[in-house]
């Protein structure tokens, strides 16, 4: 991608007009069987730190707004961010709720103790932030191991673990 496309490709992450699109209302059709959003369908952000960081603060600009729109929802529901430790197009946001394919909810999650990240980079930038951070070892679609983090907040919605 050629750099006038990049300045354009980055200012586009700041969209966050679909929220709009999203039911918050608690009606009958409000309701998240695991909906997610992925800030990094490309994979720019695994070419360097730099465009990593991009696609992180658009993530969380955006899971801002989000939750904004969470304070008001009526209904239970499950909220989180999942970053992955090595590929930028695994970051998202979740919300989870109760819903009619009966998937489970409010799901759990077994976390790991992890002592040392490999990107130390990725886990200082995380720890700036006001969630709670939680580590899990997952296996990838290259059916390798991978770190990822889960970052929650206390008063937004149900626990996760």
Known sequence: MK???LRKYYKKLEDSSFIENLDFSGGENSWFDYYHFHIDNEGLGDKSWKSRKQHLDALFRIASKIEEKLKTFPNDYQFWIEISETESTEDCIYIH???PNRTEFPISIEFD???EPTNKQLAEYLSTTDYDIRTKVLINYNDKEELNYFLTKNNLGLKIE
């Open 97 to 99: 709720t109760s819903n």
């Open 3 to 5: 750099k006038r496309g």
């Open 113 to 115: 103790k992890i002592e």
